[in-house]
């Protein structure tokens, strides 16, 4: 029996009737692109139209090189904090009940609900030697105010609710009755923990760890108050700051394209772990 | 690069049993780190606030500069919130209804402010409308002033709150399926009726969530509107960008006296954020 092209017609996926598909999807693109693209291009054929050398120059001048190597170490000391403090706060959170969980749970986004300028101010008050901590820490020779160590201290801050936000939906989908079997079978906790719970969590942990360290590079606004600006506390925004301040274009933009290349990359690297760990969240 | 998501609904599944020792050190060095970070932070801005009693505190908040400073905030969120919210709903159901070429892409592209440091963010508007930047000239010959003016940090933080409303949209709109959508239709609804009868219900606590965390960021925002701003009290300083004015003239008060302005903002937001939280999970 062969069928008629109206019952064939019918039998095949109904095409998709909701309207506005070419107004919604043009109005976005024109958007991206004008609040977007269009400044990233600007910042693009600014660059091409320098001179190379001089680019170069000032992107890896000593200054510049110092700039991104305590960028560097200070986001990856504040990532490395985060995933381990925000590991232990995600774990509690989800697996144990106990009271004023609903408040600490509520609390991991102050982070991202406070002004940085703020976090940076108070943060910095806090660590000083008359500050509610820093009377404590500075006779123990730990300055966490104007001090390289501040610095991590306040991109910690800013970046501590990425690691725990990224975990917790993974420690709620666990199943409990794996770690069952795994205990059944004679392993202990730890063990339980190194081969079973610790593989599944490791790419929501990594992606955490990314997504922080990520902000924590960009970070600005909580760090120009901590660090005092005194020798060796310099970041990459920090100088790309300075050199605006001195009209130095050239130099501006020669920090800015390093940073957005890492950035990108980073971009990149996090997109592809986040697919590997949709992909373990959904067997 | 994904915000962070909404906090789910949960309520603690059995564990396995934890020795109670264990299970009690942990909840105890997790609320005393909690503690420390993050509480002892907020109460210190108003205990510094407070320090030298009333007077210093009310100095700081009356002065006209910091009145001007709380008008130039709440016009930037004003216009930079909805152009987000508007740019989020219609990306949202572009990327969540439609199956299209390219929408990996298009999602990657929203993420990219994620991505740029806020102080790059700031200079890409100063090369772009700065008196040395592409459209320099042609804003002089008008009179147009964007760069170290008000409209500049609108566009900045325009940039880096871009992708907050749509982030939080897309999965849940993603999450609801187009069949409702499709019933409505099937009905005779128009297009528009549908949209405001049945889309936007289903999605409307995703769509404050959204809008919340997009204006905290907007009200918030230091790094890119440092940048293109003409550091002109009265003129062109936000709120945070006067409370770094006063901490470098050293006033022991004032920066944390403006600062309890942001802190109550961000209390706020943590509250509506709760509130949400609440009355999705009664929802569902």
Redesign the interface.
């Known amino acids: 029996m062969t069928k008629s092209p109206a019952a064939a017609a019918e039998i095949a996926p109904p095409s998709?009737?909701?309207?506005?598909?070419n107004?919604?999807?043009g109005?976005?693109?024109v958007?991206?692109t004008l609040?977007?693209?269009?400044?990233?291009a600007?910042?693009a054929?600014?660059a091409l139209g320098l001179s190379w050398n001089d680019l170069w120059i000032l992107g890896t001048n000593q200054r510049a090189l110092a700039a991104y190597q305590f960028s560097l170490t200070a986001s990856l000391a504040a990532a490395f904090i985060n995933a381990l403090?925000g590991s232990?706060?995600a774990?509690?959170?989800?697996?144990?009940?106990?009271p004023?969980r609903r408040f600490?749970?509520?609390?991991?986004?102050?982070?991202?609900?406070?002004?940085?300028?703020?976090?940076g101010?108070?943060?910095a008050?806090?660590f000083s030697a008359h500050?509610?901590?820093g009377r404590f820490l500075v006779p123990l020779g730990i300055t966490g105010a104007y001090s390289r160590l501040g610095v991590v201290i306040a991109l910690?801050?800013v970046g501590?609710?990425?690691s725990v936000?990224t975990l917790?939906?993974v420690i709620?989908t666990l199943d409990?009755a794996v770690?069952?079997a795994a205990?059944c079978l004679g392993a202990g906790r730890a063990r339980t923990f190194a081969r079973v719970v610790g593989p599944t969590l490791l790419p929501a942990a990594l992606t955490g760890f990314?997504?922080s360290f990520?902000r924590a590079?960009?970070?600005?606004?909580s760090v120009?108050?901590i660090s005092g600006n005194l020798p060796g506390t310099e970041i990459?925004?920090t100088l790309?700051?300075i050199r605006?301040d001195q009209y130095d274009?050239t130099g501006?933009?020669a920090v800015?394209l390093v940073?957005?290349i890492f950035?990108?990359a980073?971009?990149l690297t996090?997109?592809t772990l986040?697919g590997w760990a949709a992909r373990i969240e959904e067997p | 690069m994904k915000p962070l998501s909404r906090t789910t609904s949960r309520s603690a599944p059995a564990p396995l049993p934890s020795p109670p020792a264990v299970k009690w050190s942990l909840i105890a060095l997790a609320a005393i780190f909690l503690a420390i970070f993050l509480l002892l932070p907020l109460i210190n801005v108003f205990a510094q606030a407070f320090a030298r009693g009333w007077s210093p505190f009310w100095r700081a908040l009356s002065d006209p500069d910091t009145g001007s400073a709380v008008r130039l905030t709440l016009m930037v969120a004003a216009i930079s919130v909805p152009l987000n919210a508007v740019f989020g709903l219609t990306a949202a159901w572009a990327i969540a209804k439609f199956d299209f070429r390219g929408k990996a892409l298009l999602l990657t592209l929203i993420d990219l402010p994620f991505a740029i440091s806020p102080v790059v963010a700031g200079l890409l508007f100063v090369l772009l409308f700065g008196a040395n930047g592409w459209m320099g000239p042609w804003l002089e010959a008008h009179h147009l002033k964007v760069i170290f003016a008000p409209p500049g940090m609108v566009l900045a933080t325009l940039f880096v709150t871009f992708p907050y409303v749509a982030r939080e949209l897309i999965p849940v709109m993603h999450s609801q399926g187009r069949e409702q959508e499709e019933a409505a239709l099937t009905l005779g609804a128009g297009g528009w009726q549908t949209f405001w009868r049945v889309t936007l219900p289903s999605v409307k606590w995703g769509l404050f969530y959204g809008i919340i965390l997009c204006n905290a960021r907007a009200m918030g925002e230091f790094g890119a509107v440092w940048v293109v701003s003409g550091h002109i009290a009265g003129e062109t300083d936000t709120l945070p960008l006067r409370v770094d004015k006063l901490y470098n003239e050293f006033d022991p008060v004032a920066p944390f006296a403006v600062a309890t302005l942001l802190g109550l903002l961000a209390v706020a937001t943590m509250l509506l954020k709760a509130f949400l939280d609440w009355k999705g999970r009664r929802e569902l």
């Open positions: 998709n009737p909701l309207p506005g598909f107004l919604t999807l109005f976005s693109v958007y991206l609040v977007v693209l269009v400044p990233i600007a910042l054929l600014k403090f232990l706060l774990w509690v959170l989800v697996r144990y009940e106990f004023g600490f749970d509520g609390l991991i986004d102050f982070p991202f609900a406070l002004p940085t300028a703020v976090a101010l108070t943060l008050n806090l500050g509610w901590l910690t801050f501590l609710p990425f936000r917790q939906p709620e409990v770690e069952e205990a990314g997504l990520a590079l960009g970070e600005y606004g120009v108050f990459a925004p790309i700051v605006l274009y501006a933009i800015a940073l957005m950035s990108f980073l971009l996090l997109n986040q």
